[in-house]
């Protein structure tokens, strides 16, 4: 945005010492060395956790930060919105709940999307009926006209039994690209893999259902845990593709890295 790259990321700590305790927003000149504008911690929006954030801009020009946060005392998530005028703005006794989930289904991570005159969103959606198998996951899709009451219209995607995601999916980016429909997601086939998911390409057309390209993860950490997660791809003004991606580094400890693809496609 006027040669400025704006990321919303959020810090983790390890489970008992305080897990997903902060959401930053920052800016960089280049995509690689950002500054820090604001800081939401976890204790400001009454939650036990915070996870993946998605940071929007109207086209009146405010400022949107949708928070994933955890439920005290259970295993439900809900979603909050921070709205400002700038990115530095962001006030978190100002919240609005924006998908509350329910008794049964806990909603977090979402990943919106601008596209012919509607908002479109891609959310993790998790049961609650048995606090031993909330780790599951599958991803619905919403969409709204205005990015604040948002209409459910399923599941498009979920995992397939016997394979690398068969214990969960959840879409981390979409890429509109030639018609098509190009989404990475973080898959896991086991509650060990949690925080150490893998990074998967599903294709669709239109905004409907999302089939997995391949047998096996399109991309993964080297290291033990093999976590690659969180992806997404932001296409950039000169063409080509830059991406960030939440990974798994030798010592156990997880680092969010960029990349650059000069390719033309979002697969490439």
């Known amino acids: 945005m006027d040669g400025v790259t704006y990321l919303a990321y959020r810090l983790r700590r390890p489970i008992g010492e305080g897990r997903g305790y902060a959401v930053v927003v920052a800016a960089s000149a280049d995509g690689e060395r950002f500054e820090t504008l604001t800081v939401v911690e976890k204790d400001d929006m009454a939650a036990d956790s915070l996870e993946r954030p998605a940071l ?6 405010s400022w949107r930060l949708y928070l994933s946060c955890g439920t005290p005392g259970t295993k439900h998530w809900r979603v909050e919105l921070l709205e400002a005028a700038g990115p530095d703005g962001f006030d978190p006794s100002r919240s609005d709940v924006v998908l509350p989930g329910s ?8 990943v919106i999307l601008r596209h012919g005159g509607k908002w479109h969103l891609w959310a993790s959606c998790h049961p609650l009926a ?20 948002w209409s459910w219209h399923g ?13 969960g999916v959840r879409v981390a980016a979409v890429v509109p690209h030639s018609g098509r429909t ?18 998967g390409l599903a294709i669709g057309t239109g905004f ?5 390209t391949e047998a096996r993860p399109v991309a993964e950490s080297p290291h033990a845990g093999r976590g690659l997660r969180y992806l997404c791809a932001v296409p950039l003004p000169g ?3 830059r991406l960030y991606y939440e990974a798994t580094r ?6 969010l890295r960029t990349e650059l693809h000069p390719g033309a496609g979002p697969a490439g």
């Not at 929007?56 to 020009?61: L, Q």
């Not at 030798?250 to 680092?255: F, I, L, P, S, V």
């Open 250 to 255: 030798a010592d156990g400890a997880h680092e």
């Open 130 to 149: 048995d606090p031993d198998q909330a780790d599951q996951m599958v991803t619905d899709y919403a969409t709204s006209a205005d990015g604040l009451d």
């Open 103 to 110: 008794a049964s289904v806990g909603v977090k991570d979402p």
């Open 56 to 61: 929007v801009v109207t086209d009146e020009g």
């Open 208 to 212: 409907g259902a999302l089939v997995p």
């Open 239 to 241: 063409g080509g593709w």
């Open 182 to 199: 190009f989404a990475y997601y973080d898959g896991r086939a086991s509650a060990v893999e949690n925080y150490e998911e893998r990074t």
């Open 155 to 167: 599941t498009v995607l979920s995992g397939r039994p016997g394979e690398w995601d068969s214990r």
